[in-house]
């Protein structure tokens, strides 16, 4: 089921929403279905963290060791989702 982000034309709220077949949804602000369907983020947020992720693999396997325990701590300091 795809989700997509709204913005709504009355209130200008700004939502995500799951769309099964034709249905519309509705603004959970004020109840219009008169919405704007906007460009899907997501897709482009995840395909920017997977490259930053593989960059960030690559920075680290480059470095030997205690540079690299240490960069390894940075890391995960840093990156702790
Ligand atoms: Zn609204």
């Known amino acids: 089921m ?4 709204y913005s709504c034309r009355a209130c200008a709220h700004q939502f995500e929403a799951l769309v099964r077949g034709a249905k519309v949804p ?3 602000e004020c109840k219009s279905e008169d919405l704007e369907r906007l460009l ?5 947020k995840s395909e920017t963290t997977r490259s930053l ?10 470095r030997q060791g205690a540079e690299q325990a240490h960069a390894q701590r ?4 840093n990156h702790d989702d």
Do not use: F, G, H, N
Request: with cysteine; aromatic share 8%; charged share 35%.
């Open 53 to 62: 992720i593989k960059r960030e693999t690559k920075r680290r396997d480059q």
């Open 74 to 77: 940075l890391y995960e300091a």
């Open 26 to 28: 509705v603004c959970p």
């Open 40 to 44: 899907s983020m997501p897709v482009v």
């Open 2 to 5: 795809p989700l997509y982000d």
